[in-house]
């Protein structure tokens, strides 16, 4: 007790950039990102660092099911012209737990390839 910690949150990009048509998907992720600045300011006195990762386009089941047309189109706005994979997003936590993060608080890392500088 009193030896500080690290709370990582997940948040997305569309939470940062808002979404067409994912009205409560984008209002979630927003909170999330809200809620990380919040409890930064609020906890980092106990020495608790609380930061998110914001994934972009990512190599997903989810994605997997995607007509071919709409991945490869997502693929082309990205300016390294891949789907993120999994394990780029759980680098980016890895890092932000990790003693080399010890003075990275309150900030939201987007993992996106630069989908957003791409489009």
């Known amino acids: 007790q009193g030896h500080g910690g690290v709370i990582l949150n997940a948040a997305s990009i569309v939470g940062i950039d808002g979404n067409f048509g994912q009205t409560n998907y984008v209002a979630t992720k927003s909170a999330v990102i809200g809620m990380t600045k919040v409890w930064a300011r609020e906890l980092g006195p106990k020495g608790i660092r ?45 890092w932000l737990a990790s003693d080399e993060a010890s003075f990275v608080n309150g900030e939201v890392i987007r993992v996106d390839g630069g989908i957003v500088i791409g489009t």
Not at 61 to 77: C, F, G, L, Q, S
């Open 50 to 94: 609380v930061n998110a990762v914001a994934p972009g386009f990512i190599e997903t089941p989810m994605t997997a099911k995607m007509p071919d047309h709409i991945y490869n189109k997502m693929v082309e706005r990205t300016p390294l012209r891949r789907a993120g994979k999994p394990e780029d997003i759980a680098n980016a936590y890895l």
